[in-house]
């Protein structure tokens, strides 16, 4: 089972050669990062076990998972607690999505992103969106702090963390149609130029948008996939660097539940259940992942 192996605590040469790691798969020759969430440790085992090189966080995913909506209604403590849980549960290098770094100033934002190193992240994902429809995207220049005090936080650790600067033009379909893209561009460079690894620029599928952005970045290009999205790929061949699912299999996995629900109501049968793990195979994967935790 590829990296559901782990031993805990973590130390920090292992922390910073994950970090490392995650650093490398931004730039591989055989294509981008496909990098699954998960939203707790019985996902980010079953996503290592399929084999893949890293795994992220879904702020919304851990959310919908202890019943409150996405945007940072979750606290910072129970966000990284989770966090925790997943790095733990695998050999493998995990990003965190912590939203807007759950603070308004840098020194709240360089506490969270050291809190997030703290619990085992070698990643993080900070966005732009203020969650406010009147102003929905934080001033540049706040946000351009916010990624200064994340890269702060991690030389501070004395970890490579991987910072992926976010902008939610797209996602929020901020002002005209016409200028979306120049107004990405122009925010994610200033993200690149903070610091940031890779930029994030969610709510884009339009290959000749993704394309133009692959160009025009000044860091390498982060785009969500799922449902409508162009496939791996297409992408691949456009020149993106990483693909992310965000909370897309947790909402899938909710998806299955329903229609579970909606069978035993309705029918009293059990087969939309036929496709799940099987109990032992779920038992062996938990156990080798416990004992990983135990050596």
């Not at 019943?67 to 925790?84: Q, Y």
Request: with cysteine; aromatic share 4%; hydrophobic share 45%.
């Amino acid at each position: 089972m590829p990296g559901a192996r782990v031993s805990t605590p973590m130390n920090h040469e292992t922390q910073r050669d994950r970090a490392e790691a995650l650093r490398a798969l931004h730039h591989a020759d055989d294509g981008p990062l496909v990098l699954p969430n998960a939203w707790d440790a019985a996902s980010a085992i079953v996503f290592a076990d399929a084999g893949f090189d890293a795994i992220g966080t879904t702020s919304a995913g851990i959310a919908a998972s202890r019943g409150v909506p996405d945007g940072e209604v979750l606290s910072r403590d129970e966000m990284l607690a989770v966090v925790e849980g997943i790095a733990d549960a695998v050999a493998l290098p995990v990003t965190a999505d912590i939203e807007a770094g759950y603070g308004h100033t840098p020194d709240e934002v360089f506490d969270t992103v050291s809190a997030a190193v703290d619990a085992g992240a070698v990643g993080v994902n900070l966005e732009d969106g203020t969650g406010d429809p009147d102003d929905p995207l934080a001033p540049v220049d706040d946000h351009v702090a916010a990624i200064r005090a994340a890269r702060d936080a991690a030389e501070d650790a004395g970890v490579p963390v991987v910072v992926n600067g976010r902008t939610d033009v797209f996602w929020l379909g901020v002002g005209d149609e016409g200028d979306r893209l120049d107004r990405a561009v122009d925010r994610a460079n200033a993200y690149a130029d903070a610091g940031s690894d890779c930029l994030f620029v969610p709510g884009v599928s339009d290959l000749e948008t993704i394309r133009t952005l692959v160009d025009r970045l000044d860091a390498p290009l982060n785009v969500l996939g799922g449902p409508g999205a162009p496939p791996i790929d297409a992408l691949a061949e456009a020149g993106v660097a990483r693909v992310s699912v965000g909370s897309g299999p947790m909402r899938a996995t909710l998806g299955l539940l329903g229609e579970v629900a909606a069978e035993l109501r309705d029918e009293g049968t059990y087969e939309s259940m036929a496709g799940g793990i099987p109990y032992d195979d779920l038992r062996a994967m938990l156990e080798a992942a416990a004992a990983g935790r135990e050596t």
